[in-house]
């Protein structure tokens, strides 16, 4: 699968932000997808997964009731709804997609671009 993000911005801290992911593939229900984020300077990070029909999703506890992950299949689309958002969410939002989890702490395999969201104080 190939994947492109989209979306980043500057937004003002306290704001919000859509970002999306559409993959190019044949079924997009064949993968579990996440969203990860790397800050300057910083180690990447894991924000948010969800499984294969959208049903279960994780969160970061970072991110954790200020994140929303959502996917429509029929689409081939991912997204990551922000909220309440802080100068230290700012990073570069990378999608990702791995065929056989959707956990925070496996090697995914397929990987966006990434797309940078930058919040002001």
């Known amino acids: 699968v190939q994947l492109q993000a989209s979306g980043g911005g500057v937004v003002q801290s306290g704001g919000s932000l859509l970002i999306s992911c559409r993959g190019r593939?044949?079924?997009?229900?064949?993968?579990?997808l996440a969203w990860f984020r790397q800050a300057p300077g910083e180690e990447r990070e894991f924000v948010a997964s969800i499984s294969w029909t959208g049903g279960s999703t994780r969160y970061g506890g970072s991110v954790k009731n200020r994140f929303r992950i959502f996917r429509d299949n029929a689409e081939n689309t991912l997204w990551l709804f922000m909220e309440s958002l802080k100068p230290e969410d700012t990073a570069v939002y990378y999608c990702?997609?791995?065929?056989?989890?959707?956990?925070?702490?496996?090697?995914?395999?397929?990987w966006g671009q990434g797309t940078l969201v930058t919040v002001s104080s």
């Open positions: 593939t044949r079924d997009f229900s064949d993968y579990g």
């Open positions: 990702a997609a791995n065929p056989d989890s959707y956990s925070s702490d496996v090697k995914y395999d397929y």
